[in-house]
Structures are given as structure tokens and as C-alpha cells.
């Protein structure tokens, strides 16, 4: 049973990685230090992004992904650079699966195997932390050593009081860490846990203080030393540039600003779905589920106080509140099935996961629309694979919705145990705020991927190719009769009574020769 909950964990992850395989913008920056790694490019010094970002994740998921790549490719199962991205996503995915995994153990271990099987349900229903889980975002490198913190706090037996001595060390020592090192948001989890500690003695003010210094000291070091060499830039702590840049500055505002209940009422009901009436049961009914909950609602009550939000910066605790809610689930699931009230506790918990498992698919069958300018730039691929000197300019629609460095197939650099195409000769121009008469003037280009064509085809220089179509919205397509005559539809038709509408978002254009 646990390997069977563990291989769901897996499984769920790498299937949202291979049904939505390309990337957007947000994840640029570490899937490109990825690439820079594995293929000696140096895109993050064209394309930084608005702040430094370090590149420690980067380089430790580039080595772990090379050796798997190597035997791959040995297989016959990697062959082109898109197979390279997908490996460097399910490595990751893989990563914070096994996060998962130990948690779910600690689960089983101090609140029983049913609670854990619902934990493991709970998660592989849920959208957002299994599909972004494989997803080169810094929370998702953040992700994992905060796991592994929260198993050491939490695993221990049933009626037991306190962690080992060594687990709050190691979580705490990795705490402080992620926050040095990946986000320092996280500084805002660690603070709540540490007083949690300290208050029911798990750890004393001594101990706690010696392990941050000492894990604070050698993070530091690390991140300066590793990531001004790759910067070129003397000293920088990436991290630190970002707290200076997005709160002293306040330049996070220029992404928008939400109203300081967005966490609670908007991002935390998405990302938890079902599992946000449970976790509330769960708290209700074990005391050993109010004391897990404590810390994690704390860091969020303390990060909305900043002004800007989103899903992501929160996106740590879900594990926590997922454990309360495997506890509230089996407690509806366990009561006695003899009489109505049990019946109806068990028929809920399983429309709960029923509904969950409706939104995910909905919700996945979306994002593997949305990523117009990685199905255009592989389009675009396929469609002049035998064509040399090709030089095609990458519009931002196409840039920031899946077009990476990885889907560069006949431009090098390659991977030694890759084969390189025989037109290997192109080049992807990225380059931004080119207007189409400058795109029409440079001389050089064959080919645009844009996001309009009238104003190149009326040119009479430029003729369309192909168009791509990108995920626009869904609508309901009810019977006559309205939502009274749903209930007339056969049962195997319902899925045609919410319908995708997609339309056209980006074109491939050939200049006239």
C-alpha cells in the first residue's frame, strides 16, 4: 500500500509535466540557467528578468538531470531538446514528489495509514501543487527542502510530544536555508514554527539561535559566492536584492497590489479546493491537527500584509493544510456506515473528491492550451526541418508562452549524447520592441512568429504560413431548456455540456522571395 501511494504521488506529477509540457514566462529564468548549465549558454545575461534570481537550483537540477538524460538518450527516449526540457521537469517533479512522499510517511506514522491514503488522494486531486510542481518556478525549488523540513517536525509517534532533537535541527537549519538561498518569504513560515518550537519546548532559544546562525552564515556564502561569479556581479545575494527591490522599494506593486484578505479568500479556497472544509474539520477534531495548523496560518496572515500576492508565494503551507484535511476526510469516512448520518459523512467525503478531481481535470485540459507559443515554435520546427540558414524572429506572446531556449532544435548548442539535426544553422531572434517595418527591413529574417499577420501581409513581403490557437475561455453548451434539461443528457454526453473555446493566437509568416 505505501509504495502503491507513493507511485499516485509520482505518477499525478509526471503526468501534468507530459500533458502540458512547454513553460511560460515566470519560469524562464531557472529552466534557461537549466539549459545554461547543461549546454554552456549564457541567455540569463540577455534575458535577467527584473531581478536577479540564483542560479543554486539551476545548477544542482542540471546535474541531476545530466546522468539521466545520458540514459535517456542510450534508450532511444531522448532525442531532441524538447525531450531535454521534459527530463529536466519530470527530475524535478520527481524531487518534490519524494517531498511529498515523506511527508505522507510522517502522516502514516503518527495519525495512521487511512489518514495517509486520503493525504495522498487529497494531493493527486488538487490542481495547482501537482501541476506546478514539475515547473521551474524559485517557490518550486523552495518546495522541496521545505518538505523535508516539514516530515522531520512531523514525523514521530502518535502520542509523542516533541520531534527528535536532530529533526528540529535538520528542519530548521533547512528553513533557514530556503529562505536564504531560494525565497526569502519563507523567512515569514519560519518565524511562527520557531516560536511554536520554543513555546512547547521543542528546542531551546539557544539551540535554535546557534543552528540559524551557523545555517544563515554558510547559506550566505554560498549564495554570494556562487551566484556573483555567475552574475559577474561582486558581492550579490540574490535574495536580498530581491527583498530590497520588491519591499523597500516597493516595486512588487508594479505587478499589482490585492486587498489584504486575498490569501485567505481567494488564492488558499484554489489552491486547496476541497481540502479547505476538511482541514477545517480536521482541526475541529484532533488536537494534534490545531497545533500543525497554527504556524502555517500565522505565515499567512503575515504575508498578506504585503501588498502584492500571489497563489505561489503561499504555496508551502498546502502540504500542512492537506494533512488536516486527510484528518477531517477520515473522520467522515469512519463513521459508522449503519445509520443515515454515516452514510452521508462517506458520500460527502467522496463528492468532495470527486468535485476535486472535475475542477483538475477542467482546469488541466485548459493549461494544455495555453501554451500557444511552444506548440508554434515546435509547429515552425516540424514544418521547415529541412530548410538551412533560417532565421526566424520570436514575438513576446510566442516567448512568454512556451517558446524556450529547449525548443531551439536546429540551433546549437546540443548535449554530447544528443544527435544534432543536419540543419543545424538557424537563428531564434528573441529580440524585443522590433515594429514590423523593422522587422521587415532586417534583411536577415525568413521568417516571423507573430501575433498578428495583417500588418505583414499587406506588405505584399510577408505571406502566412500557419496560425496557432491557444486556450480563450469555456462556455457552457446546456440543451434547450436550460440547466433543468442537463439532467435529460445521457450520462456519456455530459462532458459535451461544458465546451473549450479556443481561437487563434499566434502565425508563422514566410517572407516573398
Known sequence: MSFAMDLLLLATSWAHVLLAPYTKV???????????????????????????????????????????????????????KLDLQIAVRLVLATLNATG??????????????????????????????PFWMGRTLPNMFALFPVNLAFYALC???????????????????????????????????LAPLAIQALL???????????????????????????????????????????????????????????????????????????????????AISDNRVRALMYPPVLFIALISCLGHKEWRFIIYVVPLFNIAAARGA?????????GLFGRMMFLAAMGILALNCAITIVSTRASMANYPGGSALLTFNDQYADQHAVQ????????????????????????????????????YNKTESLSPRDLTTATPLTHLIAESPLEFTRTGRWRLVDSVQGFSRWKW??????IAKVLEVPLHQWLSVLEMETNDQLYILERVK
Not at 165 to 182: C, G, N, P, Q, Y
Not at 235 to 252: A, C, D, H, R, T
Not at 393 to 412: D, E, K, M
Request: with cysteine; glycine share 6%; proline share 6%.
Open 200 to 282: 512547547l519546548r521543542h528546542i531551546s532559544f539557544m539551540r535554535l539561535i546557534r543552528i540559524g546562525f551557523f545555517s544563515g552564515v554558510l547559506s550566505i556564502v554560498l549564495t554570494v559566492t556562487i551566484d556573483s561569479y555567475m552574475w559577474n556581479q561582486w558581492p550579490l545575494w540574490p535574495e536580498m536584492y530581491g527583498i530590497y527591490f520588491n519591499v523597500y522599494q516597493g516595486k512588487s506593486s508594479d505587478w499589482g497590489t490585492s486587498p489584504v484578505h486575498a490569501y485567505f479568500l481567494s488564492h488558499l479556497p484554489k489552491l486547496l479546493l476541497g481540502s479547505l472544509p476538511l482541514a477545517v474539520l480536521g
Open 26 to 80: 515566470e519560469e524562464s529564468f531557472n529552466l534557461h540557467a537549466t539549459h545554461d548549465v547543461l549546454m554552456y549558454g549564457f541567455d540569463h545575461n540577455t534575458f535577467s528578468g527584473a531581478v536577479p534570481r540564483t542560479f543554486i537550483g539551476s545548477i544542482l537540477l542540471a546535474w541531476l538531470t545530466s546522468p539521466v538524460a545520458y540514459v535517456a538518450s542510450q534508450w532511444g527516449l531522448l532525442s531532441t
Open 155 to 189: 514525523d514521530r509517534a502518535p502520542h509523542s510530544q516533541y520531534p527528535a532533537r536532530r529533526s528540529a535541527d535538520v528542519a530548521f537549519a533547512l528553513l533557514t536555508f530556503t529562505a536564504v538561498v531560494f525565497r526569502s518569504e519563507v523567512v515569514l513560515l
Open 330 to 338: 477520515w473522520w467522515m469516512v469512519s463513521r459508522r456506515k449503519g
Open 477 to 482: 453548451n446546456l440543451p434547450r431548456g436550460g
Open 392 to 427: 526566424v524572429h520570436i514575438s513576446n506572446l510566442a516567448a512568454q508562452t512556451g517558446a524556450s531556449l529547449f525548443l531551439q532544435s536546429h540551433s546549437p548548442p546540443y548535449i554530447p549524447s544528443m544527435t544534432a539535426p543536419a540543419t543545424n544553422d538557424w537563428v
Open 100 to 129: 511529498l512522499m515523506l511527508i505522507r510517511r510522517a502522516v502514516c506514522r503518527r495519525f495512521g495509514r487511512p489518514t495517509g491514503l486520503m493525504y495522498v488522494l487529497l494531493i493527486c486531486s488538487q490542481f495547482h501543487l
